[in-house]
């Protein structure tokens, strides 16, 4: 059976009711809780900041799994940990100096991930990909939720799943944008091990059942 994992975005959840989100997180079988922070300098949208992710980590049971869609993130690594960040994704366009970034996570006690844009090469990660808890890759342009999958990524992540396994790094492979219960199946064929997912579970009748199926994929 699969031990895939599953990353409930909040992106699209109901903001006025952020309590009663997290509370269906909470009871669901999902494995983290995916906090997307964006600048509007990265990407062309603003969302929260650390009261917010606070707020969140006070209530929430699953891991925050922050993926981070801001310029210069190596200012605020330390202010993420605090606010209770387990897992932090940095981007590779954002990130000069990415093995002292990665190195810094790790020491502040976080998980290290690096996302890539869908444009951006695998292959450029090949030296550092030891030093990963977890590769993302975009399969959508960062900056909003409920668009739609980039059928390229599927090369991506074969090779990208090629190098992982030819390494022995034991590196994760996440996906984020446009997961659905449709595409799920081939994702994991792809060789995913983590499903980001904010539209197909959030816009959902019954999200907790979207999330045991997906779980189940
Ligand atoms: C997009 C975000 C995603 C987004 C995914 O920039 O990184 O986490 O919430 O949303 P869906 O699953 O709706 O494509
Ligand atoms: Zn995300």
């Known amino acids: 059976m699969s031990q895939h994992l599953i990353s409930p975005s909040i992106l699209t959840a109901d903001f006025l009711h952020l309590e009663r989100e997290i509370g269906m997180v909470n009871q669901s079988e999902a494995d983290l809780l995916h906090l997307d922070i964006m600048d509007g300098h990265f990407v062309p ?28 993130p190596d200012r ?3 202010a993420y940990r605090d606010a209770g960040a387990d897992w932090l994704t940095v981007h590779y366009e954002t990130c000069p100096h990415l093995h002292r970034t990665i190195q810094q996570i790790g020491e502040l006690g976080m998980k290290p991930a690096v996302s890539l844009n ?29 668009q739609q999958f980039i059928e390229a990524s599927y090369a991506k992540i074969r090779k990208l799943r090629k190098m992982i396994d030819e390494t022995g790094a034991g590196t994760l492979i996440q996906v984020d944008g446009g997961v659905t219960e ?36």
């Open 45 to 72: 949208n603003l969302t929260f900041g650390f009261t917010v992710i606070r707020q969140i980590k006070s209530i929430s049971e699953k891991p925050l799994d922050v993926h981070l869609m801001i310029t210069n």
């Open 76 to 78: 605020y690594l330390e």
């Open 118 to 146: 869908p444009h951006t090469e695998v292959s450029l990660l090949e030296p550092i990909l030891k030093e990963l808890n977890m590769v993302l890759v975009m399969t959508v342009n960062p900056g909003f939720g409920g």
């Open 182 to 217: 449709a595409n799920i199946g081939d994702l994991l064929s792809a060789g995913v091990d983590v499903f980001v997912v904010g539209n197909t579970i959030f816009a959902a009748d019954k999200p907790l059942q979207v999330i045991s199926n997906l779980k189940k994929a």
